[in-house]
């Protein structure tokens, strides 16, 4: 039986370590972030993501053990996020996983990061406990600055991807737009700040596919009508509507999260939803879920420590396929993408659509 394990997930540019036992209670977590090394170039670099991983890591793992009085002698085996995400990053925490694991003679394994952000509403902590009443099966929506996607969780490691998007992610389209209207890096949180104090029916942006019947999501039409606005505006306009633009800019992008989650919901027959991932950070959003509780669905977003990249959610993922035998072998390797046997993919369409 594995009882704790120490995770690690280094898959884009937060460098996570973790202690979390079999149960998802998480006795810490110390996350190093590289936000500071990558807003002068206005995105992740991959080379300065993956050398400030090796910088942090083992530092961090040193202090996690020492701050809550253990050694690796407290500890049964090892997670690690070897997939999907930056393969330079990804392979700083998984060489490093491995090393101990070896040296150790404890097991590792390898997880799905995505999975991790399906798990993370199970986790909990001295602070944080989810509802008794939270089980499978639900609707997750993951959006994060990589991903949004709709997904059907069954049940523990059976996932169904039933929508996504097309194009961009939505955090993306938030930081691309706050980039174009000179908020700076890392976007959402600018904009999401900045939307407070503006009027979010002042200009109108586009809510690509919103009324199609499936659960296809897509922001790149937004991102170039905003485009196509902001370039028109003069120097002043801009500056004088700036909240305006963030708050309809905002409010269309939660517009077409929160009719997609309905939607899923319905075809799923289910009031069981959970949000996941950076997005699920942004206060309309929020505000839009307490709406949704009033009408009798059971909304989770985990606390934002464990939204955001977090090792804590590959702790116990990764625990649970530990505790089933199954773990990793010294040969595996990092991923780019998620293995083809993650999910299920049944991309939903009306049912006289389908082929
Ligand atoms: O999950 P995350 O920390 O990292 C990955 O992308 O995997 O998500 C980061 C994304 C960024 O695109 C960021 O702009 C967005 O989440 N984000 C927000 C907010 N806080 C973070 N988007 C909208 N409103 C926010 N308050
Ligand atoms: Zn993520």
């Not at 930081?175 to 109108?204: H, W």
């Not at 409010?251 to 929160?258: C, K, P, Q, T």
């Given at each position: ?9 280094t ?86 996983v ?11 394994i ?12 199970f ?30 969780v ?32 890392p ?36 991102k170039?009508s ?16 700036k ?92 991923m780019?993408?998620?293995?083809e ?15």
């Amino acid at each position: 039986m594995i009882n704790k394990v120490i995770s690690v997930e280094t898959s884009c540019d937060d460098t996570s370590v973790a202690i979390v036992d079999h149960r998802g209670f998480v006795i810490d977590q110390l996350t190093a972030s590289q936000d500071l090394q990558h807003t002068p170039y206005g995105g992740v670099v991959p080379e300065i993501a993956s050398r400030n991983h090796s910088i942090a890591l083992l530092p961090l793992i040193d202090s996690i053990l020492k701050k809550n009085n253990m050694t690796f002698e407290n500890i049964d085996g090892f997670t690690v996020t070897n997939r999907p995400g930056l393969i330079g990053s990804l392979i700083v925490g998984l060489m490093t996983v491995k090393a101990l694991s070896e040296s150790l003679g404890k097991p590792f394994i390898g997880v799905n990061h995505l999975e991790g952000h399906l798990l993370a509403p199970f986790l909990k902590d001295d602070q944080y406990t989810p509802s008794d009443d939270f089980d499978y099966p639900f609707i997750a929506l993951a959006v994060s600055g990589g991903h949004s996607s709709l997904y059907w969780v069954k049940a523990f490691s059976d996932y169904t991807i039933i929508g996504t998007t097309k194009d961009d992610a939505a955090g993306e389209a938030f930081d691309k737009f706050a980039k174009m209207v000179g908020l700076g890096y890392p976007g959402g949180v600018l904009v999401d700040r900045k939307a407070q104090t503006g009027n979010a029916q002042k200009y109108s942006f586009p809510r690509s596919l919103i009324g199609e019947k499936n659960l296809m999501m897509s922001f790149s039409g937004l991102k170039s009508s905003a485009h196509r606005l902001i370039t028109s505006l003069d120097a002043a306009t801009l500056e004088k509507d700036k909240a305006d633009l963030c708050a309809s800019f905002q409010e269309a992008v939660v517009d077409v999260l929160m009719h997609k989650l309905v939607y899923a919901a319905q075809i799923y027959k289910t009031k069981k939803v959970v949000i996941t991932g950076g997005v699920s950070a942004n206060s309309r959003l929020r505000q839009r879920c307490e709406d949704l509780k009033l009408q009798g669905y059971q909304v989770v977003i985990p606390p934002l420590r464990y939204c955001t990249d977090n090792a804590a959610m590959i702790g116990y993922t990764g625990i649970q396929y530990l505790n089933r035998d199954e773990k990793s072998e010294l040969n595996l390797g990092p991923m780019s993408n998620s293995k083809e046997s993650d999910f299920k993919i049944d991309l939903y369409q009306e049912p006289e659509k389908r082929k």
